[in-house]
């Protein structure tokens, strides 16, 4: 199936951003930074992100930006790179990943159902500070993430997040976090379809990776074609009242920073 949709071009200004990984959405598949012209102002970042060779983007800084967001629904036949199954130090999370998806064949329906059991096992709750759920769980479980799962059932987007790659990587699964930034449909000015981006549109959620084609070392974009060739990592969306949209525009101004955990 074809797991791209058609590409969209979103354009990103920034004002005070004090980073130089570049504020970019996933399956990200062409940009332009102003009129920079040379290559070497840019360098990796933590893949498949891009960073400026300075301490910080310039204020006022213009991105044109390309990309191409999953169809989500074509997803299900999309087979998952395979990570090494770890729950040594994360039992509460494996047991529940098991009886979630457990009994599910390998893949989609297995990840759907950890996302979707999740999002219906806790309340989100912006003001449930990692002290608040530190002190609410008991001597045995020393893991913030472990007592949020068994114990107050209540945080933040970090502890859903969190809670989802854990799950994921027991299940034996590539997953990860990414951070960035999320802008709902309220926060839009539909007149202009722009949008001011703060400190509190931060947000946080996990991907999982797709498996890598053969004969490519590393996740990367045809630019030819703007499709991805394997290895490609997909953002998944576990808190409650945030969604992954499917070609939405919100979609684009989820420009994500993302680090390898």
Sequence with gaps: ???????????????????NILPLPNAMTRFRMGRVTKADVF?????????INQTSVPPGSVFRVGYRPPVLDQLATEP??????????HEIAASLAQQWAGHL????????????????HAVFE???????????????????????????????????????????RSLGYDAR???GYYVAADDLDHATGQAAITRAHAHIWPQVRLKLEAGYASSRVDHQ????????WIDLEPTPGFAVA?????????ATMTWSS
């Design 225 to 232: 074609q703007g499709m991805a060739r394997g290895g490609q």
């Design 177 to 179: 976090l990414a951070g």
């Design 246 to 254: 499917d070609g939405a525009p919100t979609f684009a101004q989820q």
């Design 1 to 19: 199936g074809k797991v791209f949709g058609q590409e969209r071009e979103v354009t990103i200004r920034t004002g005070t951003y004090d980073a």
């Design 80 to 89: 998952l790179a395979h990570g090494q199954a770890d729950d040594t130090h």
């Design 43 to 51: 360098a990796s970042a933590a893949e498949p992100m891009l960073r």
């Design 126 to 168: 912006q003001s449930a500070t990692l002290r608040a759920v530190e002190a609410a769980h008991d001597h045995v479980h020393a893991c913030p993430v472990e007592a949020f799962l068994h114990d107050t059932r209540r945080g933040d987007a970090h502890l859903f997040a969190s809670s989802t790659v854990l799950m994921l």
């Design 105 to 120: 064949p390998r893949g989609w329906q297995q990840i759907d159902a950890v996302v979707s059991r999740l999002r219906d």
